[in-house]
């Protein structure tokens, strides 16, 4: 039987790794049927339609997230048509966990023949061998109305929910997909590799599918194992950046080994750059032991809130945030990437606690602070009935951006835009102030996070002004600039392109003409990355000026603004213009005479007594746009000109845009 393994990414869409999850489904499979199966994996809808051009499968299992829902089911509804008796499979944390949920989604969709529950790999292989018993006759299967463990199908408008298999204890019976093969074509075309080094999350979180008691327990993969993965791929990737999918990355004993066979095969393929994880929540030691040990590692202290109130509701009590924020001021911050994330409308949310979130992470010194909406994900007990009754939880629709798409199959074109349910409101906070929370969210995003004001940032915490105040007064006093109001009015408009059922979205969606509107980026687009790129980009002018304006007020309402605060302040800004204004002109070079050895300053990260670097005579800096910064624009020329959707798109692939400032030199010095 011919079997094609779908776990399917948009066409535009930055999700660009390994299908790793489905891919142990099939590798396993291989491994427990044999020779009866032949498997493909497939990953962009293109793909998957060019496939059936070839020949009819015997059966055909996608994976489903939140990103990939709608393209799927489209997918199947229309293969089903076409090859009735083609047998279809679901899989995936994007499925409801009540009964009453579950038995709609499998009537509303009929081409779904069964849905394997929780842990895929030992339930499909199970499900396999039933439907062979039957002939793969899926309706005689069906009729027989067994209970499969691991799997749903309906019959009769009767959902046969077969109990969840037990968790794989030893997950070394998986069969690596990597090692044997299966992942080689995604490695050799430049997708990110994943791998997993421990299953399950000892949390409860409501908003997290992990968060239920199924997946509580542990389980980790050998050290032996973890080494002839990551060997492998150093071997044949072509991607420089490695995602690890554990929850909680650093906070086991074996974690320790993991990051050294990591450390190893970075030494002796020069792969991976970057890894991407999150940190574990608890064992502080632990935790900065294992980042420390990993080059390009990033510490990841995803909080969500720091409100106690907050964290009570979504079950978070078991998390140490005080060890998570103590994590974060220990770690060398200059060598160790550090990200956060936090969500807005959590049950219990305030306007308040959810700007506090962000300001005890900023004062931890975080290198990037990210505000998320709360997402209702089905798999999710947030998303249930009683949380949404008990906390007022009030919910609108959404296109994901980079979702709207036209694909082909038999020859039929259509779209499949994928939607987000997310919570704008509650009992707590309104939806006033839950586009507060959003404009704070851009502020931090356009004056915090990547360091674009990093030496300004130095400069006030070395006179004790926290920064997350000067975050808070920033926010304050930018509907006062005219540019920066229009900026954040426009921002405040895309912020509510949003539906008040998932009905009233898909009639809109129907109108003449929209489809094409959010296939240009017109319409859904990710808002907080696009208006970000135009301050960047447009209105550096603006940002230095209001920055500077602030940092000023601040350090005379603190009595530190004593003149020889004035004169750094004042040629720092003038250094900062030079540098950072009218990036897109790369052909103009600048110079500008300074007493502060700013170049000097920058070695020694910032945090020295600055007046102690004025000299009597003034140096000459050159700015000037390196043959770096001159490719990325060019790279990036048309996108640029493509409106507000090119530029979401420009910042989200070049994050660390204080990268291609121009670079400064020193011309020479004047007595």
Known sequence: MKIYFADLTHTGHTCNSVPYGIALVAANAIAEIGEEISVRLVKKPTDLASLFEDCEPGMICFSMFVWNAEV???????????????????????????????????????????????????????????????DFNVEALKT?????????????????????????????????????????????????????????????????????A???????????RIKSDLEYIGSLAKSSTLFLADSNFGMY???????????????EHGWPEFVVSISGKNNKERVLKTVATIKGGMFSAAIQSSDIVVLDNIKRRNVSLKELIESATELDLDKTHSFSEIIVALPGDTLVAHCKSAADLIDAGIHVVRSHQ?????????????????????????????????????????????????????????????????????TVEIFYNNGVFSELHAFLKYLDITISSFIMQLNACVWAVPALANLYSGFLKDTQELWGTREELTVF?????????YANGELGRNEQLAYKAVALFEKMDELIALAYGVATDLLRS?????????????????????????????????????????????????????????????????????????????????????????????????????????AVSTIESVL
């Open 72 to 134: 799927s089911l489209s997918f199947a509804l229309r293969i089903k048509k076409k090859y009735p008796k083609c047998i279809i499979v679901f899989g995936g944390p994007h499925y409801p966990v009540d009964v009453t949920s579950q038995q709609s989604f499998l009537e509303k969709h009929p081409e779904v023949d069964f849905f394997v529950y929780r842990e895929g790999e030992n339930a499909f292989v199970q499900l396999y061998k039933a439907l062979k018993d039957f």
């Open 214 to 224: 199924y997946f509580n327990a542990t389980k980790h993969y050998s050290n032996a």
């Open 509 to 517: 969606l129907q109108q003449p003409g929209v489809l094409e509107r």
């Open 374 to 442: 709360l997402i209702m994900l089905p798999g999710a007990e947030v998303a249930s009935a009683v949380s949404r009754k008990k906390f007022g939880l009030q919910t609108r629709f959404r296109v994901i951006h980079n979702t709207v798409n036209t694909y082909s199959i038999f020859g039929q074109s259509f779209c499949a835009p994928e939607v987000d349910e997310i919570c704008v409101s509650n009992n707590t906070m309104s939806f006033q102030d839950y586009l507060g929370c959003r404009c704070f969210d851009l």
């Open 558 to 662: 603190s009595g530190h603004l004593s003149p020889r605060a004035v004169d750094y302040l004042d040629q720092l800004m003038r250094f900062d213009l030079l540098r950072k204004n009218d990036l897109l002109m790369i052909h103009e070079e600048r110079s500008g005479l300074f007493h502060y050895d700013f170049l000097g300053l920058g070695k020694l990260g910032l945090n020295k007594i600055p007046w102690a670097y004025r000299a009597s005579g003034e140096t000459q800096f050159l700015f000037s746009h390196t043959d770096k910064h001159k490719q990325f624009i060019a790279e990036t020329e048309s996108l640029l000109k493509s409106g507000l959707h090119g530029y979401a798109t420009v910042i989200a692939k070049n994050p660390k845009i204080c990268e291609y400032f121009r």
């Open 253 to 267: 004993s074996e974690d320790i080994n993991s990051a050294l066979a990591l450390a190893t095969v970075q030494k």
């Open 144 to 212: 027989h109305g067994n209970h499969l463990p691991g799997c749903h199908y309906c019959q009769d408008g009767v959902l046969i929910a077969g109990v969840p298999l037990q968790r794989i204890d030893s997950l070394d019976q998986l069969p690596s997909p990597y090692v044997s093969g299966l992942c080689d074509q995604f490695l050799e075309e430049g997708h990110a590799a994943v791998i997993q080094t421990v299953r399950g999350c000892p949390f409860g979180c409501t908003y997290c599918q992990e968060g239920d």
